[in-house]
């Protein structure tokens, strides 16, 4: 296992096939001119995985998608799987993301059964967490945070991590144009590291790649990656428009 540099685009429910095929053309193209130090990791709509790995698969980007199933296979209407995913060669899977939590009411013991089904069929879980505007304001984001890590990770095996990668996203910076300020990020990502080495070891811990999410954008992703334990970043709006999510990975 090794600290990776990592820069995940999030393009949620947004953009037609053509559209998608469009826009990871030319982020193929922007780092086909300046290959990036950071790995960039792309989840698309389900439905343009398949295809974009047939099509982008050798383009130096890595794409993976914004959920999964807890369950391999069975009659879970509406549902994917991580083995089908993995049978698409996707890399990874976003798990836990606040909309997720928010809207489809996933807790914590459901996302560790999701990083457990995507573990399981050898897909890197990428698991965010973070807390709410609320929680940071009554002083209680580090518990918050504190709890999300240990139920949805302390149950895993050390050799587990290989394939883990958290993003800390706190909700109210996610699609609201209020970016968390490098100092706050950077507080929180060596809070999750500390977790890490507390519950697991220093190397682990050290080894970890942790990404900042919410609202991430060209103007700010350099001095957030300057922080020592932000090693690059989850993007949801921005990754939606090559020219953005090309310069926040030229700053990674
Ligand atoms: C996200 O969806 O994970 C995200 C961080 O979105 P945005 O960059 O738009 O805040």
Known sequence: MSRKKIIAGNWKMYKSQSEAIALTAAIAEGISHQPPTAEVWIAPPFLYVAKLISQFGNSGLAFGAQDCSAHDEGAYT???????????????????????????????????????????????????????????NTGRHFDIVRAQVSEALFHLPALAFEKIVIAYEPVWAIGTGVTASPEQAQEMHAFIRSLIEQQFDTALAAQLSILYGGSVKPNNAATLFAQPDIDGA?????SLVASDFLSIIAAG
């Open 78 to 136: 509406g549902e994917i799987s991580a083995s089908m995913l993995h049978s698409l060669h996707a890399r990874f899977v976003l798990v836990g993301h606040s909309e997720r939590r928010a809207y489809h009411q996933e807790t914590d013991i459901q996302i560790a059964l999701k990083i457990d089904a995507a573990l399981r069929n050898g897909i890197t879980a990428v698991y965010c967490c973070g807390e709410t505007l609320d929680e940071r």
């Open 234 to 238: 989850l993007v949801g709006g921005a």
